[in-house]
């Protein structure tokens, strides 16, 4: 099977760090307003995926998270915090907010048939895993680029050497694995 990798914009053969096993990572939504379906539009596809490789024979483990705290409300990571706003709007707390509006996305998942991933976390419920992330990163001398709104990105500096992307790669995993 092709799909397209995004990073190096080409489609190219998929393949598994682990024979037999995927581990897929997908973003979920930010908890302030019902879901549209353009949103889960990208929910659909992401659970067409799993089904298929599960299906092919894979053994899936996807985690999605929930966006429930911390999301300005433009693109470009400026203006408003979008769970402040809706917490705001409807004259609630932001973790009830937060609650109501993760419960009514899974209620819309139900209905589509997504299936439920095999692992959903909060963000709140990681903020000191992050902290220790970011640190880390920032100790080894790796930055932290954001780019395309909300995707966080996680660069090797860009006058890397094709041969230190390996060493970055390594130190980045490294540090993931320190952290759990």
């Known amino acids: 099977m092709q799909l397209y990798n995004s990073a190096t914009h080409k489609k190219e053969e998929f393949t ?3 024979p037999g096993h995927v581990e897929m990572y997908t ?11 353009g949103n889960l539009r990208s929910y659909i596809m992401e659970d067409v995926l799993e089904k298929f490789l599960r299906y092919d024979g894979y053994d899936v483990n996807r985690v999605m998270n929930i966006t429930d705290v911390g999301h300005l409300a433009s693109d470009a990571d ?10 705001r709007r409807e004259h609630k707390t932001v973790l009830e907010i937060a609650q109501y509006y ?7 998942c139900r209905k589509l048939n997504i299936k439920t ?3 959903v ?7 000191d895993e992050f902290i220790k992330l970011v640190e880390g990163l920032l100790d080894k ?9 909300k995707t966080l990105r996680l660069l090797p500096p860009l ?6 992307l390996e060493l970055f790669t390594e130190a980045l995993e490294k540090t993931l694995k320190e952290m759990m």
């Open 121 to 127: 976390q909060p963000a709140t419920g990681l903020i």
């Open 102 to 108: 993760t419960d009514a996305f899974f209620d819309d």
């Open 16 to 18: 598994t760090h682990t």
């Open 117 to 119: 991933p095999d692992v």
């Open 78 to 87: 400026t203006g408003e915090d979008k769970m402040l706003k809706g917490a």
């Open 141 to 149: 001398g790796f930055v932290l680029n954001l780019a395309y709104g």
């Open 159 to 164: 006058n890397i050497a094709e041969a230190d």
């Open 27 to 37: 973003c979920g939504p930010t908890v302030y307003h019902f879901a549209h379906i």
